[in-house]
């Protein structure tokens, strides 16, 4: 027996954001694996009688390795079972989808991947501001600050990373922020560009904190909220038009 599975984005936490399809494969799933930042109430969309295991993983965590969660998709759908892997966001974006996806294709099991909305998307909606500006921001980079080790990855393209005519999105970079904005500073990204920090977008918890990139290194090399978080820099960061 071969079963299916459905990458289902789940989008940045409200269940409203989820597309039509990402909900149609919740109502049909015999199984769902899900992660912390797409559980809450997206999980009550699952069909009743539906497994549930979280597998989950969140920075500073202990979490499952990934190779045993890829092992659980493929167990399950080698049972004949419909099963829907519920990752946060868009699957596609630092959301480890490529491993995953190789071991279920490599066992011979059919899936498809449902796009969903990417926190970033969500964030600056919450603010009220584009991504992109014409002739001032035509550019969005989107980069993960944390490595396997969760420091700050090796080889980023800084240069490119200070350009104040993009708009950049930092996923998972609350606790290396200080250091990657020291980092750009010394590339030439000026002190004062602003930056806005959006936490837990979409929940009840929703936090936005606007700020330039110096203050905002500041701020969180302090205390850091344990809600899950990501920061954008550019021009459209503080929403007031040019």
């Known amino acids: 027996m071969t079963g299916f599975v459905h990458f289902v984005s789940a989008g940045p936490g409200d269940p ?22 797409s559980s809450g109430p997206i999980l009550a969309l699952a069909r009743p009688g539906a497994d549930m295991v979280g597998v989950g993983k969140r920075a ?14 493929v167990d399950y759908a080698r049972t ?26 490599a066992a011979g099991i059919p899936c498809e991947i449902i796009p969903g909305v990417t926190s970033a998307s969500a964030a600056a909606a919450a603010a009220g501001i584009p991504l992109t500006r014409r002739q001032h921001a035509q550019r969005i980079q989107f980069i993960t600050a944390a490595d396997v080790t969760g420091n700050l990855p090796p080889g ?14 930092v996923y998972m970079g609350k606790r ?18 602003p930056a806005l920090l959006a936490e837990g977008v979409s929940t009840p918890d929703q936090r936005l904190h606007r700020s330039t990139v110096e203050a905002l290194a500041e701020t969180l090399s302090g205390d850091r909220s344990p809600l899950p978080g990501l920061i954008l820099f550019g021009k459209l960061a503080d929403g007031v038009a040019d």
């Open 80 to 105: 004949g079972a419909r099963v829907v892997r519920l990752k946060s966001g868009d699957s596609g974006i630092f959301g480890r989808l490529e491993e995953e996806l190789t071991a279920v294709r």
């Open 156 to 169: 980023l393209n800084l240069p490119a990373l200070a350009d104040p005519q993009a708009t950049t999105v």
């Open 16 to 37: 409203d954001l989820l597309t039509v399809r990402a909900v149609k494969a919740l109502a049909q799933a015999d199984a769902v694996l899900f992660d912390d930042l």
């Open 176 to 193: 290396t922020f200080p250091a990657l904005a020291q980092a750009l500073i010394a590339h030439g990204l000026p002190p004062d560009t």
């Open 60 to 73: 500073g965590r202990a979490s499952p390795r990934q190779d045993h969660v890829s092992r659980l998709l």
